[in-house]
């Protein structure tokens, strides 16, 4: 039989840390909980007990701890009583209402900060004790599973970074090393421009759709989300209409962000945030490609960035970043094993969508009463 309380009947707050954020060390031996989704380390253990440990300015951040560890003092540190609420349970239930303890339970004008009794009033379904460390079993599960496939992408990404590296970083005298190099517009059939500098709005029916920086999500284009602009400003820039194949690579903010234009694109455009590279042969485009994305290209392109608040890639230092030729063999050798290993990573990414989907599904049914689980 499930009960539903106030959550304030069932935690109490453990004392306030002393400690500041500096107080975090690399090496650590303590797990050290800061307003951050991330946890580092540090060297006390001000706190022994099994607890959950809440941001209090800035985001809604929520950690559980059963070992030694140590917060900083803009942190909340919350116990609960354990005849009645399991600790587990209840740091899934102020995980899975972390949107609307964002929204409605921090509050402010510059920098919101948490309000307390808003967590104190959250009603929360109480099932049984066993059942509710039955459900925090099932959920700490999938999140190891979720770990577990994020570390694997990790690990693939690394090795793209290692290859790449290798690839175009070689000496002179090895196999792999450039035949030539040539700068990038020279590679390009069109001259590389960017896009739509002040967008007009337009229906769906009646524009044409524009790509922005937004809009990109790990190299594919979310074509559900797209903005319209009217076909008389899409006219002005024909110069970046978009054709199957393009490559986009964006100019300003977050630099350096890859896309290719799907067929359902073609004839689309593009905000000034990306600069449109077209070339005559799949194979150059292919292999521009995986040269654009690698760790050595990112890095030239972070170098001739410029600007302090908002940095920004200029045409001319992208027209003329230099790329390292091979032979047409060793190209298409290239593009192989990066695009096998980017077929790894998205497969690795929908991997993990798939089990963030069911976590969210078990969260909302399991923490809300709506399902239960036989113990």
Not at 221 to 244: F, G, N, P, V, W
Request: glycine share 6%; aromatic share 6%; hydrophobic share 35%.
């Amino acid at each position: 039989m499930s009960e539903e309380l106030k959550l304030g009947e069932l935690i109490h707050e453990l004392p306030k840390s002393k400690r500041m954020a500096k107080d975090a060390r690399d090496n650590g031996k303590y797990p050290f909980f800061v307003c951050s989704g991330t946890a580092k380390r540090s060297d006390y253990d001000d706190y022994t007990e099994e607890a959950i440990v809440l941001s209090t300015g800035g985001s809604a951040y929520a950690h559980y701890c059963n070992t030694k560890f140590s917060a900083s003092g803009d942190t909340w540190v919350l116990a609960t009583e354990k005849s009645k609420l399991d600790t587990r349970f209840a740091y899934y239930f102020l995980e899975h209402k972390k949107k609307s303890i964002q929204e409605e339970g921090f509050q402010g004008s510059g920098l919101k900060h948490l309000r307390k009794d808003f967590i104190r009033e959250m009603d929360i379904v109480l099932p049984p004790l066993p059942e509710q460390k039955k459900i925090a079993e099932i959920l700490s599960g999938i999140d190891k599973s979720i770990r577990s496939l994020r570390l694997k992408k990790e690990k693939v990404k690394f090795a793209k970074c290692a290859t790449s590296l290798h690839i175009f970083n070689s000496p002179k005298d090895s196999e792999q090393a450039a035949t030539q190099v040539s700068d990038l517009q020279s590679l390009a059939s069109i001259p590389i421009s960017y896009g739509v500098l002040v967008p007009d709005n337009a229906t769906r029916d009646e524009g044409v759709p524009m790509i922005k920086i937004q809009d990109i999500n790990q190299g594919n284009i979310q074509a559900d989300k797209l903005s319209y602009i009217s076909r008389t400003l899409h006219d002005k820039y024909a110069k970046t209409e978009l054709k199957t194949g393009d490559l986009l690579i964006s100019l300003i903010g977050s630099i350096g962000i890859m896309a290719r234009v799907p067929d359902a694109l073609q004839g689309g455009n593009v905000s000034r945030q990306f600069a449109v590279i077209r070339t005559s042969s799949p194979g150059i485009s292919d292999y521009l490609h995986c040269f654009l994305d690698s760790a050595v290209a990112q890095d030239k392109i972070s170098f001739l960035s410029q600007g302090n608040a908002q940095k920004a890639l200029n045409l001319d230092s992208l027209r003329g970043l230099e790329v390292p030729l091979k032979s047409n063999a060793e190209m298409d050798r290239v593009v192989r094993i990066c695009q096998a290993l980017d077929l790894t990573i998205e497969s690795i990414s929908k991997q993990i969508d798939k089990a963030e989907k069911i976590r969210t599904s078990f969260a909302s049914d399991l923490l809300s009463g709506r399902k239960r689980v036989s113990v």
